[in-house]
Structure formats: C-alpha cells, structure tokens
C-alpha cells in the first residue's frame, strides 16, 4: 500500500474533484445539451412553418430566401413544402427534399393524428429535423412540411465545447488556489500540535497549549491540553506516592534496625527483652500494613480495564461481620447497623475493604456512636459510615480521598483513597461531610435492578 502524507493527499482530493467534475460533464453533457439543442431546433422550424404560413409577418422580419434542399444542409435554415391529401397531386415547394426521403415524410404525415407533429431522418451521413402541420390549400386538405438539417446543432454543439473547455482549464487551474491556501492552513497546527507530542514523548509537559483559530483546532487542542495536565497531574501523584511510601517505610525500617542493633549489643531499649521485640514486631506489622495497602491500591488500578465480577449482597452480611471484628478495638464505642436487609450488587472482598477503611477511620475520631447503614433511594444504594466525632475542617474535606492525605490522627493516607477507588470501580462516588451529630461519610452505588420483582407484578396484573 502506497503510504502519502498530508500535502499529497490535499493535492490528489483536488485533482480526484477536477477529474469527476470534468468525467461528469464528458457524460452528462452532451447528452443535456444535444437534446436541448434539438428541442430548439424543432422550435425554429415550427417558428418559420408559422412564419411562412401567415406571409404578412415577412413584411416586419423577412427571412427568405431560394435554396435547395442540399444548400439548406450548409446555411441551416428552415425549408417548406406542401403534401396533397389528394391522390395524384404532385408536393408543391421550392427545396423538395430526394425521393426516398419524401416517401417516408409523405407516410408519416398520412399516418399523422395530431394537427402538429415532429421527425427526423437520416440522409447523407446527417440528420435532417422535420416538422408536419396540417393545412388547407384551396379548399383542399395538405401536410406543410418544414424541415431543417442538424447543422445549427452541431456547429452550437461544437461552440459550447470549446467554451466549456476553456472553462475547464481556467477553473481548474483557480482550483489549485485553494489546494494551496487548505495546504499551508492544516499543516500549521499540525506542526504545533506534533511539536507538543514530541515534547510530551520525552516526558516534558510543563509547558501550555493554547490554540486560538479554527474551532476544530481549538478544540482538538483542548484535549490535548486536557491529556497534558493529566499526564502532568499523574506525574506528580506518582513522585509523590514514591516519596510518601519511601518516608512512611523508612521510618518503622530505622527503629527496627536501631533495636537490632541495640539487642546484638547486648543493649535493650525497653529494659528487657520481651518489651523490645514487641516493639520490632509492631513497626514490622505497620510497615506490613502499609505494603499491604499499597499493593491493594495499586491492584485497584490494575482493575480499572478489567471487567468487575459482581454478586448479589445483602448489607447485613457484611456490615454485621465488620461490626463484630471492630467491637473489641475500642469498648466505649457503640457500632449501630441500619438497614441490614438492603441488597446491592458488588464484589464481596472489595466492599468488605470499603467498609473496613471506612469504619477504622471513625474509630479514631468517633466519641461513642458510629453508625454503619444502608439506604435506598429511586436511582442508588448509600452506604453511609458516621461517626459523633469533632467536625472536619472546611478546607480538608475536599482533599480527605487523596492519596498519603491524613488527617489529625491519621495514619498512611491511603485508606480513604482505597474507598473512593473501589466505588469508582463500581460506578459510583464517595461524598464526606460535616452532620449534625459529626462526620457522615456516603458512598453512593447504582441501584440493582430485580427482574423478579417486576415478573411477579406482571403475573399479579394477569
């Protein structure tokens, strides 16, 4: 396949239209205009049978004159003469056309019904155009027969072919014009926009693409701009993951390893053994933890393109587990569940994992309540986790679901980013806010639908 770039492809879109123009008019035209033609021809022949048939009309735009048939060939002008009804009588005019060629008019004009009638015939290579009016001469019933060779057709034929062509070329060469104008007008943005790729390519995005022009090119450099600053927001939330994982892991890292040290020594940090190595393996299992979360916040994006296999839920299931697994972490604290019997659709684990984070994160901050509930509404699902805790600050909330954001008592940063995560893979968002009673986190699902439920309405109507 032959590969062509841009400029070729305008030059041979410009020069395809010239040709299908000129290849349509090669066709068409001839056709539409010949027979255009010939009705003006017949025109001028009934015109002149009219003139010659009232002779005063001479006397304001004379237009005779003695020629015989052939000579008429050259001029083209109009011929006349009469066909007698009557046997035996021979045609009267000035111009008889040959024998053969009069018998066929003179069948014709027999065998004629209506008053005016048109022919043609073929004579001497040519064509000879031939009107048939019937007449009265003398009391006597005739034919006036007016005919006219295709001569002043096919010299007005040949005429507008020399105009058209001239046309053509003319209109043709004004056509590259545009060819030109259209070249320079698209390569222009296109060298803009492929400089900006290129720069995107080497990783460079810092710098703003603005179009300002054409709509189409404004527009497609919108989007462009729009990938820019995504690729650019992703850049930085990478930097900043890396270095937010690399603070979070060297910390417990360090006291592991000065406490390992300090025991090779002979040293304990907490005066005795026990204490010590509780205290290797509480930074070990946070430092596990925050493998664990960033690995699982990793897995959800991964998820992103695959498609979710989701099961029927019912709330209480999962909620009452959660429940019963943070009960013993704080006494003082009430876990109250609502709307148990709700069922949702969903991946088990991973809304185990939403309400898990979500439930943790009232722990810290709730005084003696939370409440873990569900509720249904025309067009989704709410799970709602809220906690009687002290109100967020205004200017937090709307950064709480970003990664390695943590609040007062917050502890990686990625719990809440985890929540928003999973109900975007569900099709739904996460909302925060301050309530009356404290802090009220939703996580609003599309609603389930439940064919059964409308099969047992249809078999009731029935």
């Keep these: 396949m032959i590969k062509v770039n841009l400029t070729q492809r305008i030059w041979l879109a410009f020069i395809s239209l010239i040709v299908l123009v000129c290849l349509s008019i090669i066709i068409i035209y001839p056709i539409s205009i010949e027979g255009a033609l010939t009705d003006e021809t017949y025109r001028i022949i009934e015109q002149e049978q009219y003139r010659y048939a009232y002779p005063l009309l001479d006397l304001i735009n004379p237009q005779r004159n003695e020629l015989d048939f052939v000579e008429r060939r050259e001029a083209g002008s109009v011929g006349h003469f009469f066909i007698y009804d009557t046997l035996g009588r021979t045609p009267a005019g000035v111009a008889l056309p040959p024998t053969e060629v009069l018998q066929e008019m003179a069948q014709n004009a027999y065998h004629q019904e209506l008053n005016r009638g048109r022919y043609e015939i073929q004579y001497g290579g040519a064509t000879v155009f031939y009107v048939i009016a019937k007449a009265q001469i003398s009391g006597s019933p005739a034919y006036h027969i007016s005919y006219m060779w295709d001569t002043y057709r096919d010299q007005m034929v040949n005429r507008l072919w020399e105009r058209l062509i001239y046309i053509l070329l003319i209109t043709s060469a004004l056509s590259l014009l545009p ?33 300002k022009g054409d709509e189409d090119f404004q527009r497609l450099s919108d989007q462009f701009e729009k990938m820019r600053q995504n690729l650019n927001l992703y850049d930085r939330a990478q930097k900043t993951f890396i270095q937010h994982a690399s603070h979070e892991l060297k ?23 026990e204490k010590t190595m509780d205290v290797i393996i509480e930074e070990a299992n946070r430092m596990e933890r925050r493998v664990i979360d960033m690995l699982y916040y990793t897995k959800l994006d991964s998820l992103k393109e695959e498609t979710p296999k989701h099961e029927e839920i019912v709330f209480g299931e999962v909620a009452f587990q959660i429940e019963e697994r943070f009960r013993v972490q704080r006494e003082d604290v009430r876990i109250l569940v609502e709307g148990a019997e709700i069922k949702l659709k969903g991946d088990r684990e991973q809304l185990e994992v939403l309400l898990e984070n979500l439930v943790e994160n009232a722990l810290r901050y709730a005084i003696d309540t939370i409440w873990i509930r569900a509720t249904l509404t025309d067009e989704h699902v709410k799970i709602t986790v809220e906690n009687n805790g002290d109100h967020i600050p205004s200017h937090d909330l709307p950064q709480l679901f970003n990664p390695f954001y943590k609040g007062s008592k917050g502890k990686f940063g990625l719990g809440l980013a985890i929540v928003k995560r999973i109900s975007e893979l569900h099709g739904g968002f996460p909302k925060v806010e301050n309530s009356d009673v404290g802090v009220k986190f939703t996580i609003s699902f599309p609603k389930a639908e439940e064919p059964n439920v409308k099969i047992r309405k249809r078999e009731k109507k029935m």
């Design 179 to 211: 060819a030109i104008w259209l070249k320079h007008y698209l390569r222009q943005p296109l060298i803009v926009l492929g400089n900006h790729l290129e720069q995107i390519a080497n990783r460079d995005w810092q710098e703003p693409l603005k179009w």
């Design 251 to 273: 910390t417990p890292i360090m006291v592991i390893k000065s406490y390992a040290h300090s025991v090779k020594d002979g040293i304990l940090p907490k005066h005795n053994m």
